[in-house]
């Protein structure tokens, strides 16, 4: 009997005792990964309440880095390739992507030319469930394409 209620004491004392650990992995039109983590517990209801209070400042770091024009992760992409600015356009130097080879010419991506490398790479950047349109010129044919973000790779 004794044994017994040993045995049920420590199960609710393990049921009653928690802690919660929320991360959110963010990254930015540069590469630059931030990670939103949380974590929170406690030994009884404090550990609901701790719980709580990790999603929520989680949460906000989240919404943080979202207005400075992060996005999570793994809902991240972009067109993976490497580009100079000449003056017709994004000249490809390299290309990870189907359907934009070594040698074209990006003239429009969504309406716009950036300036430079850094505008290039915020319009390029975003969820990667959204398509990108580009004018791409491949010797003298000019081409209008549709193209898929790629995921990031970790490095």
Not at 60 to 83: I, K, P, Q
């Amino acid at each position: 009997m004794m044994l017994r209620m040993i045995f049920c004491t420590a199960l609710a004392g393990a049921a009653l005792t928690g802690c919660a650990s929320f991360s959110t992995e963010m990254i930015n039109a540069n590469g630059i990964l931030k990670r939103c983590e949380s974590s929170g517990g406690g030994v009884g209801l404090g550990a609901i309440v701790g719980a709580g209070s990790a999603a929520v400042m989680r949460s906000n770091c989240v919404t943080s880095y979202s207005d400075a024009g992060y996005l999570e992760f793994n809902e991240a992409g972009s067109l993976r390739v490497h580009a100079e600015r000449r003056e017709q356009g994004f000249y490809i130097k390299k290309s990870f992507v189907d359907g934009i080879v070594e040698g074209d010419v990006i003239t429009d991506i969504d309406g716009q030319l950036p300036s430079d490398f850094e505008g290039f790479k915020k319009i390029i950047f975003g969820k990667l469930s959204e398509d990108i349109s580009l004018t791409i010129f491949r010797g003298d044919k000019e081409l209008k394409k549709s193209i898929k973000r790629v995921p990031f790779h970790r490095k």
